[in-house]
């Protein structure tokens, strides 16, 4: 296994101002050329070893897990603490990659742009989510899925591809890509009349309104919102799967040996069957 965290014992030793005098003092003697050689070593190693400190202390801190409100997958429970499979999924992850972590929740935007600046420096999820590209190391490795379907009251409605939501009303949650639609969506001249809303919901409590035609929404935050929000009649079509991954920032320091990490711990779990 390996270790984000570099041991600096040694470094944090000869890094000592008072030790490095007793080093020199017991070393040194005057006029030999090979003890002020041997000095002079000694000084550039611990130099060296307080420059490897130095370096890798932005390392020595928890890795910070964003979330979104995404339950079961991720939440905060009642208690304000972080929750949800997916969650203790990772939270198993970093410890048999052995980092420590920090989980915080935040909106779906905000998460994207911090993860960009890493303030944020892991999610995990769906790897497209707007404001990714470019700012993030994404995972070959599939650790779950999310179905993304379409609602609607009455009929089931027809939607294989974003082209279907053409002239229709359709409800959807800031800060989401589904399934990379989400340009399209938001695209005027592509004429869909795209309504957003922050709160899952919310959107359940929209769409039974009659505001929209159809809600694009995931089904387990669906599913969840449903016990607090009565739709009669309301109907689904399955769009499509969407493959979860370590989404790390490439702000985050050695972020792609975090990602190696996090993926061949995954593994391990995998073959031990201590996943979910």
């Known amino acids: 296994m390996t270790s984000l965290f570099i041991p600096a014992s040694a470094a ?4 000592k101002p008072g030790l490095q005098r007793l080093i ?3 070393w040194w003697r005057p006029g030999s050329g090979s003890t002020r050689i041997l000095a002079s070593l000694l000084l550039s190693s611990a130099v ?6 130095e370096n890798t202390s932005t390392l ?3 890795l910070i897990l964003g979330f979104v409100e995404f339950p079961p997958a991720s939440y905060v429970d009642a208690d304000g603490k972080p929750a949800g499979e997916l969650l203790d999924l990772g939270q198993r992850a970093l410890a048999e990659a052995g980092y420590s972590w920090e989980a915080k929740h935040y909106p779906a935007n905000r998460l994207a742009s911090y993860m960009g600046t890493g303030e944020v420096d892991l999610f995990l999820g769906i790897s497209t989510v707007p404001g990714f590209e470019g700012n993030t190391i994404a995972g070959e490795k599939t650790i779950a899925h999310i179905e993304l379907r379409a609602y609607a009251k009455g009929d089931a409605p027809v939607v294989e591809r974003w082209e279907d939501l053409r002239g229709k ?5 800031r800060g989401y890509s589904y399934g990379g639609w989400i340009g399209e969506i938001l695209d005027p001249a592509n004429g869909i009349n795209a309504l957003e809303v922050d709160e899952h919901e919310q959107a359940l409590k929209v769409l039974n309104l009659g505001r929209g035609d159809i809600l694009l929404d995931y089904k387990s935050p669906v599913d969840t919102a449903l016990r607090q929000v009565e739709v009669p009649d309301l ?3 399955l769009i499509s799967l969407l493959n979860c991954k370590f989404v790390v920032s490439r702000k985050t320091p050695q972020a792609q040996k975090v990602l190696t990490d996090l993926e061949a711990a995954f593994e391990r779990l995998e073959e031990r069957e201590a996943v979910y």
């Open 12 to 15: 944090k030793h000869c890094a």
């Open 24 to 26: 020199f003092r017991s």
């Open 48 to 53: 060296t070893f307080a420059q490897a400190e």
């Open 60 to 62: 020595q801190r928890p």
């Open 169 to 173: 009303t359709v409800i959807i949650l």
């Open 235 to 237: 109907q689904s079509t």
